[in-house]
């Protein structure tokens, strides 16, 4: 069993950043494949991006490729979604998740585990 808590999300203005963490505990980051996702008002869950040390992939949505990134501390078992650029179309509640498989994985049913959420709103 693997437990996810995100933490980091807040009010930013346009084009600021924001980093978001997510601490994951119950196992090492390499033991899974590691996703982030939004869910904006009224809209379903997006993809934003994937990572899997051991596999030794990274890969990011199309609406944010560019613009975020995904790192992780091993010692803090902590992985982290770095915002730049922030538009006000990136307003969402994000969350971590993980899954068992260590391919690639982008959809939301491919994901075992779900942390809480944390809400990031982005001012015009």
């Known amino acids: 069993q693997v437990h996810l808590v995100e933490s980091g999300g807040g009010l930013v203005q346009a084009g600021g950043s924001l980093r978001l963490s997510c601490a994951v505990s119950?196992?090492?980051?390499?033991?899974?494949?590691l996703g982030w996702f939004r869910q904006g008002p009224g809209l379903e869950h997006e993809f934003v991006g994937t990572?899997?040390?051991?596999?030794?992939?990274?890969v990011y949505g199309d609406s944010v490729k560019g613009r975020f990134t995904i790192s992780g501390d091993h010692v803090k078992n902590t992985m982290y979604l770095q915002m730049s650029s922030l538009k006000p179309e990136d307003t969402a509640v994000y969350y971590c998740a993980a899954a068992r498989r260590m391919t690639v994985t982008t959809t939301r049913d491919q994901y075992d585990y779900w942390g809480q959420g944390t809400q990031v709103t982005v001012s015009s």
């Open positions: 119950g196992r090492d980051l390499d033991a899974y494949t």
């Open positions: 990572v899997n040390w051991s596999a030794g992939f990274t």
